[in-house]
Every structure is written in structure tokens, then in C-alpha cells.
């Protein structure tokens, strides 16, 4: 047995010894759903549900043309016959007597349906005794509905010709009455009941009638010469409804045993003669001691739930209702079944006539036609429910025992529970649901009725709207007036769940003062938070853009309760808390106030720094609309909305950009709020960028650096990513030429056409931006990101206490900051909203054509093909061309001299963007440039469209938030069902892993005696800057400047290359695969300190940036080594110089990635390692390197906690992170003498420290003692270093050219000089090199673009 579990886990590539990975238990990063789906709010269903037209039928008339005693000529009667007439034997009495008791019974049967309705009795009536009837009751009636009630049994058959019989004054003849007429006087809406032999025709020829009105009807509309146009036509009759008894063809049944006006009966008394025909069926002998006579006896009244006879006909309408709703369209359904409750009875009867007429072989007609109901299995539910009851009647009459209640809807219930709980996700919905909505009513049954609609509700929108379609909202509208607190955790679930789908209930809600029990149950702190939550919920949809239930929840002390759950610790319940404040006060001003009385603000201020993203951006939200009111300033006011934007200001390096673009929404209702002193600040900063040069970094380089054209490869077409417009490959016509040229990844080459997509309609790019004459922004990317890096302020931190003349400074440069950022959706907001103030201020202060045509020479006219693909003149600016911003034009700018210290303020924190000094190391990004959508071509009206920061600029975090309460939340998430697909998935790759790790091991463990067999060689798109191995699968990324390619190392294939957004001047410095283990991501940071992280690489479908933001701030550039003498630091130098042509010197942002914590270490050309928490998306510990040189090298381990980092001055440092800032460097090892290219802390509990200088100097320190505990000599010059994390092995790779393989003895186990095979062709200077994790492999990417793989020999592979 041992053997075979054995043989089944080495088939699996399962192994015993293999514990430790638990991949299961690892977190994931970036995979939650803000990160995988679109921030923005569900498509709202249409809902169909609300009657537009709700009627009441108002008026009756009742004809009956019985002429008691004398049988119409055309009818042949049986003897005996059926006689009774509303139950009365019309023999029994006198014929007139007989005649008036029959009509009043009738109008007491229809009573019962509509109490409240105008009865007018005709009685055997003439021609002008129905036309007077008829056009008094509609002329009464106005526009709601009357009913025609027309019992033939005493008169002919209706006529083909469309008539049907009255009488004549002396009751000597039979006059026919056109029902062309009928409809003239009846008009619309009206429903017509006929209950005579063949009454089909009169159906037909209404039909016939109402198509020839509605022709007149269009024939008057076209001529109105015509005299049809004179006369005063009646409205079409499309809305009415017919109820017949049977068809054209056939008879009345005349069977004794029952009433003469069966199919009134059935309409208007069905319990009764339900009953009647239950006993006569052959069945009821199964009920024995149950007689006609004994039925008549059934005790209760109907209107009473409680008695026998009341439960019947409540059991009767759930089960009529029930057919109903499971057999007809719903829209007729609603219209026949919900808009009038007279109407709803009728046709409920209807189902039971056709039930019983057709056992008699006579069919009842409806216009509308319903399909056939009288097969529908719920009839034998009915049959079963007067069986019990019937049979309980002998010993209840008799002896008077008590009445068992019938188990009806207690099995209805448990059916519908069954549905439930047994169902798979598609199929038809539930039959009891309308049974559901009637047991509510029951008190008995409502705790569990409401527990199983909740559970329904839950399975997502299309049950929502099928519930509402039942009927079921005033029902769970009047249950809010009960006090049972049972109720209150369903019912508050119930109404989050339909107000998640349909919105527009919140004003039903506020009128019956709905709201005041959500208020109620969110000031009850014994209620669960999560119920707390949905309450809160509601709340927020019932204050959202709707003043009366702002008004309504202020006076219901909303913001009190709300403030006093700000601080609760469920998540949700503080993200819905938030946003209902910012709901209830977003533009009305008496909650503002109330807020400010109560310090919310403040208190909101906690929330900016919760660990849960979603928290922080409800808070962000609340403080923006609070700000953004557009009532009269005082200077309280303006003092609050000053401290609020400078609290904001702070999340300005937030990582989340969900949050940053809910900040950016929040500053621009204080933009508009206090519109012209931005419009000043604006004007100010376009001044001083005009007269102030920076030099461009493209220039700083030294000449000569850069890549000759002539070298560079044919570049591929670049995958365009998701969202983005191909970049480099489309550009303008005039400039196709010179761009086909420079298609290279050098400084200059690239026409920049990078333009992040649309956000959404309300907030995309397509609104038409620039000045009038420019199809662009007038504030380019470039003259937006000089304007930040000239502006030299100071920190955030000194402004505490100073004037608040400098707010709008401060949150223009916020602005400018987060027009720079790494998230393209967020830097395109920050753009509207700065181009938008700085159009303003250029409009108000020049209202005449502001440019002219000279200095758009290189604008290429926008056309909505050609979105984003305009190219700059060197004006960076276009209303104002200066001559500094380097540009795309055709000449190449001259390089400055390199110092210019003159220009060169002292370094002072700051907020974020650039220290002024350090304009050699900029964020721009001209890959952001975008002209807009469409071309202006209302460029004559300046001001008309442009007032587009406003309410339209908006994130949709709310509506998104809001999808929660609509989805299924009680539902098992599908990564937890075992059987899931997703799950299946996961279990593979898990597989896979446990496999890759136990044979790589089986193979490193041997040894590695020598590692240069070639297995991959290809020609990258670009100089391969940094290289990284997938851990697991066949993928190699290899990043340039700015670019990623991926190749399948095994196949040899590429499998994508994509453009990574960063700006012109910065490179990529490293990468790291996130999720390596399962759904991978990859990270990728740039020498501007930005962070972004991809998805869908490296398979077929586009690239997307998960998320991106600026992981450091203030990067400071920095060159290797300092120069001196010492032939030590000039090979530094030398080095330095030789790996940096193209990187202007500086280690960039360095990284290293712990999947166990979520924690990212970030480092570089800063005096910090900063931490971040990819949980929360926020920093959570800046650890200072004491250090006055850049950080190149990052390790570290998350079971000790330690961090190990390589530093340009040699030191090596290792911190403790657990520790406080001042005490977490634990040691410092000094004995490297220049730049540490790679530092290495291996992972298992005793693991070394490995470090590499340029000098080739190799040290092991062990992190417990101070000096090192061996020192190995390699060649001198490094230029790259890697260690294999599971082998013992390292390479170097150096400026001369070759790559040396060592163990950690110190042994050479291989030198690589030529490429194998490969025509004996030199490698290039090595670029980069990395192992892969697992597998005894070695990436090498050189400076000639080439990247190649080395591995040990086949055989040992």
C-alpha cells in the first residue's frame, strides 16, 4: 500500500518530504476586485416592475337581458336545465321581482372584489337605456376604467355582424345593439364581460370594430379636410380587455346541477362554485359525508385568514396568482395581474372558469389571449388543500371541533426552500415565488418567508427585479412599520439588496417614512455590524443626489450616528459610514454645517490612514464633497476647507490609485470652489515656467552616449496595451518619415504618442480640452512636469501655521504631482483639472484669440482616428513657445553644459515630485501627451463647452461600492468550492511547482560541475536592461529602458512585448514577478521612483496595469563610487561610466518582494528603505540608511525579519525591521571599498549574508558577527552579479566582456567568452544577468541586444 501512495505522488510530482511549501497558505497581492475589475457601477436594469399606469376600475354597469320566463327563439334548452342566476332560481318569484333580485345579488358579488366602485343596474334595457347608461358612467369615469357586465341568457345569440340583443320599450321584440356603438359609448380603458352563447363573435367583431377606428382614426390625422376629421371620433380601444364564455361556435352548458351563469359565477363567487364542482367530480367520493347542502354550511367569512372559508380563498388567490406568473409574458402579467386590483380578481377567476367551463366542454375567451392554465400541476396543489379542508367539515359542523390549519403554505415554503438550496445557477426561476409574497401576510409563516426571499434576493440583480415583478414591494414597504426586532436583520438585508438594484425606491422609502427604521437600526449597537452596515447602505442611497431624504435623514440625526461609527471595527461598515456622509452633505448646506458643528471632518480624518484602500477613498470622497458645497464662503469656512485640502494633500503618494483619483475629484471641487485664486496661482506658475530654463534631461547625457541609429534593430510592431494607444508605432504624417528612422529605444527616437484610454464617459478625454485654435491641451505633459520641478517649495510639514495664502500653491502642486503620476487614469484627471483652471485664467486674462497660427507649425489637426498621436512643437506649451522643454521636431537639441549651479536651491524635502536640483532625473512623461478625441470645431465659442470640472468628474467608487449588496454575498466564493474551475486551476499550478521545486533540487543538490550549455539565444527589441525568470513556468522577462519582452526560454518563441508607460527619461531598474506561485503579476519599478504592476503578459490577451504609484519619492541621482586617484575608484569610474551611458549614473529603484508578507522593500538613489504593505496599499515603515550614498542592492528575509542592503560607499547594512527607525540598523560592514553590485541574505535561519563590489571582491558575513567570515577574489570591473539562491553558485558578469561562474568555495566552474555554436561571434558587454530561482539556469542580456540562457549539460537536466 506504501508503494502505491508513493507511485502516486511521484506521478503527480508530489513528494513527502515536501511540507514546507504550503502555496495554499501564501496571500496573494493585487488580486483583490478593485484590482480585477473596472471601477465603475453596474448597468442599471431597466425596470419594469413600477406600474406607469396604475387604474382603478370606478365604474360598473350591469346588463342583464333575462326577460324571466320567455326562452329566446334561437336556443334550444334541455329538461331539466340549468336555472340559477346569481344562485337564485329566477322561477321561485316573480319574473320583475326575480329580475331585480338577480341584478342586486350581482352587484353584491362584484362588491366583494370592488367595494368602492359606482353600480348602475340595467334591466332588460332598451337601445337608449345601455347608450344613456354607458356614456354617463364614462363621462363620470373620466380616464380610468369602466365595466360593462352583459349577461345575454334571455335574448338571441350575438350576430356575425357584429351585435348583440336588447329589447324594445314594450318588450315585443328583440332590437340589436352594434357593438361599434358599445365602443363609441364605453370608450377606453373598459373591460367587458359577456356571458352568453357564442360569445366569441362579439370578441371578434370588437377586434374587427377597433382595427377599423384606429384606420379612421389615421386617415382624420392625414386629411384633416376628410369629414371623418369633423366628426369626434372615440379613443382607440386598444386598452380594453374582454372576458367571454365561451367561443363563437359554442353553447352554454345547461347541466342542472349548476347555475345557469356558470362563468359569472366562476368570475365573481369562485370559492363557491369551486366547491360545488368538487363535489360533483367522481373524486369527492375519496371526502365521504361531504354534500352540496353541506358546502353551504362551511363557517368564516372570505376576507378572514383565520376560518375555514377565508383560508380557502386565500390559499385560491396564491395558486391563481401563481399559474399566473409562471405561464403568462410578464409584461402581461403585470398589466392583467398587478396595475388594477378589480382586473387582477377578474382574471384570477377566469383561470378557474376555464378550469371548470372546459370540463364542460366549453372554452372561455380573453383578449388578451392567456395560454392554457387548466393543465398546471398547481390545480392538483388546490384540489389537495379543499380536499382537507372538506374533510375536516362533517366533525366541525357537527361536533364543533377546532379547524386544522391547512399545511399549504408551510410545503409551499419548504418547496421553494428546496429550490434554493438545490438549484444550479441557470435555470427557471422559482414557481412558489408569488406564494412567497402572499405568505408575508401570515404572521405565522413571515419570519420564514422573509429568511427565504432574502436567500433569493442573494443569487444577484435578475432575482431583485424578479421579485419586484411579483408585487413584492409594498409589502416589504408596510413591514417596516412593524417594531419586531426578529425582522430587522432580514428586512434591512432584503431592502439593501433591492435598493442595490433599483435606487429610485428611495423617495417610496422617505414618504412613508422608511427611513426612520434604518435610522433606528443603525444607532442600535446591539445590532451586528454587518446589518449596521446594509443600514447605513440604505441610508446612503436614500440621501444620494435627492434633497428630500437629505432633509429627511438630517432631521433623523444621521450625521451624529454615523460619526460615532466612524472608528468601528468592520471595514464596511467604516467605507459605507464615509460615504453616506458624503452623500447627506454633497451640495446641501445645512448638513455641512451640522458636520462642522460636530467636527466631522476631523474626525473623518482617521480614516485617511486606515489600512483598508476602500476606507481611505470613501474618506477622501466624504471630505471632498464636503468641500465642494457651493453655498455663500465665510471665513470659517474657507479656514475648514483650507485645513481639509491640506489633509488631503498628504495622500498625494497613497498607494492605491483608486484613492489618488478619488483625491483628485475631492481637490477639484475645492478648484471650482475657489476657482480665481487657482485661476492666479495658475497664471504665477505659467510665468516662471516661460522664464525659467531647465535643462532637459535628454541632454544631460554626454554626447556621444547615445545609441547610434544605425545600430539599433528593426524594432517589432509593440503590442499596444489595454487602454492605451499603440505607442511609437502610429504618429503624424509630416513626421512618419523621420520617425521610421529613429524607431529605436534610444533617448531621442520615439514619436511619443502614449495615450492612456478613455476613463469613462464622464470623465474621458473626449470632452474637447485645449485653447480654442489647439487640438491639444494647452498645459502640455512636458510644460506641466517643468512646472513641477521649477516650482521650489517647500515641504508640506513647514506649512502648519503659516498663511494660508500659500493653500492654493500647495494644492496646485499637488495637482501638478499627480498630473506626473505612474497611474494613467489618475495623471489624466489631475491634467483635466489643471488645463481646465489654466484655460480659465488664459480666458480671462486674454479673451481674443490667444494663438496664432505660427506656433502650432507641428500640430498635425486632430481627427478622431488619430486619437493621442499628436506631436508637440517645442514649445512644450503652445499658447507660449519657449525655447527650453526638449521636444519630438526634427533637430536634436543641443546639450547645455551639464552644471549649472546657479540654478540650484538648496535640497529641501518635499511633497513628493522633484527636489528642484535634481532636473537631471525628471518624471516627465511626453508619452502622456494626448490630443483629445474629437477635434474642437466649435472653436468660436470659447466658453461654451468647457465648463467640465464639475459634477461630471466623478470615479464611480460609490456605484462600484455599491455592487457588493447586489452581487451574491452569502454564495460560496468560487476559489473556495473545491469543484470550481478557478480552484482546479489553482490545484494544477500548485502542482506544477511542488514539481519544479523538487527536480531542480534533485539536480542542484548533485552539484553543478560546469553551466555553459547554450539553451536560448534571440535578438531582443531593446538593450535588455534587467532580466528575471518566471519561478515556475517557461517565461523570461526582459525589460529595456522602457519596454518588456517576453520569451518562452524553452520554446525559443517571444510571447509579448509591451510598453511599460514610464516616462521619456527614466528607465526600468528592476522587476519582480508577484503571485509567481499562482496568478502572476509583474512588477516593474523605474528610476523616478514609480512602481507598476502588469497583468495578462505573456498570453494572448492584452496587457493591463493592475495598479501603479510612486513607491519613492525625491530620488536623487547619484554616480557610482566617488571619483579619486586610487586606481580602485577609477575602475569604479570606469565601470560606472561604462555601464551608464544610458543611465546618467544612479543604482534607480532597487526592490526585493517577500510573497509571505505582502511586504515590498523599495530603495535607491534615497537616504531610506521604504515599506510597503501591498495588503493595505500604503507605506508602513521608512527605515533611514544613515547613509550618504544610494542603496543598490536589497535582500531580504521575513523569517528573522531582516533587511540587507548593498550601498554605492561599499557599507553593507542590515536592519531589523521590527525595531524603531533609530535602532533598527543592527550592523554595518565596512570592509568593501567601492559600490556593491549585489547583497544577498540567504534564506534558511542560519543563511549568510553574501555581498559583491565592483572590485570582484566577494564577502560572507554571518549577520551575528562583524566581520566577515570569508572573502573570495573574482575579476575586477563587475558589471552585473547574480546568485543562484538554491545552488551555491554566483556569476559575474564584466566590463571585458565574459561571464565567470563560480561556486561559493571560490571555484571557477565556468568561463563563457564566445557564444557556443553561434559562428564564434563575441559577446557584447554584459548588460545584465540573473539565475532563475529553481533551475540551474543563467539569463545573460548584452549591450549588441542579445539575451541568452546557460545551463548545465542535457544529460543532467
Known sequence: MKMDTDLLLSTLGLSEEEPDMNDWDLPLAFMK?????????????????????????????????????????????????????????????????????????????YENWQPRARYKQSLDPTVDEVKKLCTSLRRNAKEERVLFHYNGHGVPRPTVNGEIWVFNKNYTQYIPLSIYDLQTWMGSPSIFVYDCSNAGIIVKSFKQFALQREQELEVAAINPSHPLAQMSLPPSMKNCIQLAACEASELLPMNPDLPADLFTSCLTTP????????????????VPGVTLDLIEKIPGRLNDRRTPLGELNWIFTAITDTIAWNVLPRDLFQKLFRQDLLVASLFRNFLLAERIMRSYNCTPVSSPRLPPTYMHAMWQAWDLAVDICLSQLPTIIEEGTAFRHSPFFAEQLTAFQVWLTMGVENRNPPEQLPIVLQVLLSQVHRLRALDLLGRFLDLGPWAVSLALSVGIFPYVLKLLQSSARELRPLLVFIWAKILAVDSSCQADLVKDNGHKYFLSVLADSYMPAEHRTMAVFILAVIVNSYSTGQEACLQGNLIANCLEQLSDPHPLLRQWVAICLGRIWQNFDPARWCGVRDSAHEKLYILLSDPIPEVRCAAVFALGTFVGN?????????????????????????????????????????????????????LQFIEEEKNYTVPSPANTAEPGNLTPVRD???????????????????????????????????????????????????????????????????????????????????????????????????????LLHLAADPFPEVSDLAMKVLNCIAYKAMMNTRPQRILDSGSLTQSAPASPTSKGTHIHHAGGSPPMPSTSSSSLTNEVPKPPTRDQPATRPPYTPTIGGQAPHSHQFPRTRKMFDKGPEQAAEDGDEPCGHRNYISATLQTGL???????????????????????????????????NTRVRKQSRSITQRGVSRLDDQIFINRNPGVPSVVKFHPFNTCIAVADKDSICFWDWEKGERLDYFYN?????????????????????????????????????????????????????????????????????????????????????????????????GLLMTSGDVR???????????????????????VTSLSCDSQRSLIVAGLGDGSVRVFDRRMGPNE??????????????????????????????????????????????NVLQTVKGLTALDIHPQANLFACGSMNQFIALYNTSGDVISNIKYYDGFMGQRIGAISCLAFHPHWPHLAVGSNDYYMSIYSTEKRLR
Not at 413600477?50 to 320567455?70: E, F, I, P, Q
Not at 318569484?93 to 329580475?99: D, N, R, T, V
Not at 539599433?712 to 528612422?741: H, W
Not at 514610464?1062 to 523616478?1088: F, K, Q, V, W
Open 33 to 109: 476586485k478593485r484590482h480585477s475589475e473596472k471601477i465603475e457601477g453596474s448597468k442599471a436594469l431597466a425596470q419594469s416592475w413600477r406600474m406607469k399606469d396604475r387604474m382603478k376600475t370606478v365604474s360598473v354597469a350591469l346588463v342583464l337581458c333575462l326577460n324571466v320566463g320567455v326562452d329566446p327563439p334561437d336556443v334550444v334548452k334541455t329538461s331539466p336545465c340549468a336555472r340559477l342566476e346569481c344562485w337564485i332560481d329566477p322561477l321561485s318569484m316573480s319574473p320583475q321581482k326575480a329580475l331585480e333580485t338577480i341584478g342586486a345579488n350581482l352587484q353584491k358579488q
Open 1061 to 1157: 508607460g514610464n516616462p521619456r527619461y527614466t528607465r526600468i531598474t528592476a522587476m519582480e514577478y508577484l503571485n509567481g506561485h499562482d496568478c502572476s503579476l509583474l512588477l516593474t519599478a523605474t528610476d523616478d521612483g514609480a512602481l507598476r504592476v502588469w497583468k495578462n503578459f505573456a498570453d494572448q490577451k492584452n496587457p493591463e496595469m493592475v495598479t501603479a504609484w510612486q513607491g519613492l519619492s525625491d530620488m536623487l541621482p547619484t554616480t557610482r563610487g566617488q571619483p579619486s586617484s586610487t586606481s580602485t575608484h577609477s575602475l569604479a569610474r570606469r565601470v560606472s561610466i561604462y555601464l551608464d551611458r544610458s543611465k546618467q549614473g544612479g543604482a534607480g529603484m532597487v526592490v526585493d518582494w517577500e510573497q509571505e508578507t
Open 630 to 682: 457651493s453655498a455663500e464662503r465665510t471665513d470659517h469656512s474657507t479656514t475648514i476647507d483650507h485645513n481639509v485640502a491640506m489633509m488631503l494633500a498628504q495622500l498625494i503618494n497613497d498607494g492605491s490609485p483608486v484613492v489618488r483619483k478619488e483625491l483628485v475629484v475631492a481637490l477639484s471641487h475645492l478648484v471650482v470652489q475657489y476657482e480665481s485664486n487657482f485661476c492666479t496661482v495658475a
Open 271 to 286: 370559492i363557491k362554485i369551486a366547491l360545488r364542482w368538487f363535489c360533483m367530480q367522481k373524486s369527492s367520493k375519496l
Open 1224 to 1269: 533598527c540598523r543592527i550592523m554595518t560592514y565596512r570592509e568593501h571599498s567601492a559600490w556593491v553590485v549585489k547583497a544577498h541574505l540567504q534564506k534558511d535561519t542560519n543563511g549568510h549574508i553574501i555581498s559583491v563590489s565592483v572590485n570582484g571582491d566577494v564577502r560572507f558575513f554571518e549577520p551575528r558577527t562583524p566581520d566577515s567570515v
Open 958 to 992: 460609490c456605484d462600484w461600492s455599491a455592487k457588493y449588496f447586489a452581487q451574491p454575498v452569502t454564495k460560496i466564493p468560487e476559489e473556495h468550492d473545491l469543484q470550481s474551475q478557478v480552484r482546479m486551476e489553482r490545484q494544477w499550478r500548485f502542482l506544477r
Open 1168 to 1190: 531610506i528603505i521604504r515599506i510597503w504593505d501591498t495588503d493595505r496599499e500604503m507605506k508602513v515603515q521608512d527605515i533611514p540608511t544613515g547613509a550618504d550614498s544610494c
Open 712 to 814: 539599433s534593430p528593426a524594432i517589432p510592431r509593440l503590442r499596444s496595451v489595454n487602454s492605451y494607444t499603440n505607442i511609437r508605432a502610429v504618429t503624424t504624417a509630416r513626421n512618419l518619415n523621420k520617425s521610421l528612422q529613429n524607431l529605436n529605444l534610444n533617448e531621442e527616437g520615439a514619436p511619443a504618442a502614449f495615450s492612456p484610454g478613455n476613463l469613462s464617459t464622464s470623465s474621458s478625454a473626449s470632452s474637447t480640452l485645449g485653447s480654442p485654435d489647439n487640438d491639444e491641451y494647452i498645459l502640455s505633459f512636458e510644460t506641466l512636469d517643468k512646472m513641477r520641478r521649477v516650482s521650489s517649495y517647500s515641504s508640506l510639514n513647514s506649512l502648519i501655521g503659516v498663511s494660508f495664502n500659500s493653500v492654493y500653491t500647495q494644492i496646485w502642486r499637488v
